[in-house]
């Protein structure tokens, strides 16, 4: 499948990601307004995130991934940096 990279992601974030893919969380969007997104990690955690950059259309109940470490969060084959908030 081919991802879409914003242009806000780092090479430096994909090099941090790269060697370690067990780092990624995975969850669900639970709440989502294209600058911020609540996500329902399958951990039973839940956390918010500042999505940076361009707005990422993110969907209620959709599935994502977010790599704390380096700051990625992957969504809907886009790429994209995210912070905790």
Same mark, same amino acid.
């Given at each position: 499948? =081919?991802?879409?990279?914003? =242009?806000?992601?780092? &090479?430096?974030?994909?090099?941090? +990601? !790269?060697?370690?893919?067990? !780092? ?5 969007? #639970? ?5 911020? /997104?609540?996500? +329902?990690?399958?951990?039973? +955690?839940?956390?918010?995130?500042? #999505?940076?950059?361009? /707005? ?6 959709? &599935?994502?991934?977010?790599? &704390? ?5 992957? !969504?809907? /084959?886009?790429?994209?940096? !995210?912070?905790?908030?």
């Amino acid at each position: 499948m =081919s991802r879409t990279i914003s =242009s806000t992601v780092h &090479p430096i974030q994909r090099c941090m +990601a !790269a060697p370690n893919p067990a !780092a990624w969380w995975d969850g669900l969007v #639970i709440e989502a307004d294209g600058s911020t /997104a609540t996500l +329902a990690l399958l951990n039973g +955690a839940t956390i918010r995130l500042r #999505i940076v950059g361009p /707005a990422v259309d993110l969907a209620v109940g959709e &599935p994502v991934a977010f790599h &704390p470490v380096a700051e990625l969060l992957s !969504a809907s /084959a886009i790429l994209t940096t !995210a912070r905790t908030a």
